[in-house]
């Protein structure tokens, strides 16, 4: 039985869930074929909601296609939820009478009889499978790291050789190698991007580059998805070059302590007071492990939040963290990175 979570008296499933690292890319694309066969698309305007959730007394919902419901029939989550816990038939009621009003031209997004997300009349459905077969016509390299989470999928590359200009070593047996990161979603609330994307072989660490940085971001409408997608994946797979260049460099650049209050703060700002201590106790772990102990380099910080993308709870969040890596290193060797 699939593992539900409770908001208000609405219950929903979590969803298919997977990840694997080094997967082969048959295996890969084998899961692909699967998923996209239990895919559908239904008229919103077609369903009712019950108070616990489900839709026509048979169809449930995942948390994420409840809050993709909610955001397109512009309810706030927060208000139909605890509304639920006073009056459940009238939280229901605001639902479906919203439905009825705003409802037409969406469609539910299904996988496997659970909604994932909603979709617009205008959506251009361009499948996590096709962008994988994109990915593997491409020849890029080994697949890294495979995620799919609902009707979203990330998949992260690198280069399959010993040397090259996408191969180094910032510290004597740190490899870190150079690739290409792409994220797609089906379920009408993530655009196709492909991105720089760098990853640490030592510590299974990752980055990729900011999102106003990444070689494309394509929403999913109109025509020519496959060819503008594919191009988009083929200027990623060379846009790491000029992180790969300033890297080592950051080895050297020590933070003394008021860098690093700087940076705590920087990075408490963007997540949480907790999280920054995380990343800081990370990176002194990481200056005593790997570099000089007591002396703490971007090198060090930089490692201390990718790291974190370990525990993240979702691809989403997983992505914030290593892009927010590359937000860091820009700051701190903007000017190098930019040279």
């Not at 979590?14 to 066969?37: F, I």
């Not at 050789?161 to 797609?184: A, L, S, T």
């Not at 990481?286 to 930089?302: F, L, M, N, Q, R």
Request: glycine share 8%; aromatic share 8%; charged share 25%.
């Amino acid at each position: 039985m699939a593992k539900r979570r409770m908001h208000g008296t609405f219950v929903f499933d979590e969803g298919a869930s997977s990840s694997y690292h080094n997967p082969k890319t048959k295996e890969v694309l084998g899961l692909l074929e699967d998923q996209s066969q239990k895919i559908s698309y239904h008229n919103l305007e077609d369903f009712t909601i019950d108070p616990t959730g489900q839709l026509n007394g048979n169809t449930r919902m995942s948390y994420y296609g409840f809050s993709r419901l909610c955001t397109t029939l512009d309810v706030p989550q927060k208000f139909v939820t605890k509304l639920s816990e006073i009056d459940a038939e009238l939280s229901a009621k605001v639902l479906n009478t919203t439905i009825q009003n705003r409802g037409r031209g969406f469609q539910l997004a299904l996988c496997d009889g659970l909604v994932e997300g909603v979709v617009s009349d205008r959506y251009s459905r361009l499948s996590n499978l096709d962008v994988m077969r994109i990915f593997d016509d491409l020849q890029v390299g080994d697949i890294s790291d495979f995620s799919l989470q609902g009707l979203r999928m990330r998949v992260t590359q690198v280069d399959n050789k010993k040397r090259g200009p996408q191969i180094i070593e910032p510290r004597k047996g740190d490899v870190v190698k150079g690739g290409v990161e792409i994220f797609n979603g089906e379920d009408g609330g993530a655009a196709f991007l492909g991105s720089a994307y760098v990853y640490r072989l030592v510590c299974l660490n990752g980055m990729v580059s900011p999102r106003k940085e990444s070689m494309g971001r394509m929403v999913h409408r109109g025509g020519s998805l496959i060819d503008r997608a594919a191009l988009i994946m083929q200027k990623a797979s060379l846009a790491a070059d000029k992180y790969m260049k300033v890297l080592p460099r950051t080895v050297g650049i020590e933070m003394n302590n008021l860098d690093q209050r700087e940076a705590s703060r920087m990075t408490a700002n963007r997540f949480t007071v907790g999280f920054a201590n995380d990343v800081m106790e990370k990176t002194v772990e990481e200056a005593k492990t790997h570099g000089t102990p007591g002396v703490v380099s971007v090198y060090d910080y930089w490692n201390g939040i990718t790291y974190q993308s370990h525990e993240a709870k979702s691809i989403d969040q997983s992505r914030r963290i290593e892009e927010y890596a590359s937000e860091f290193l820009t700051a701190y060797a903007g000017e190098q990175i930019a040279a």
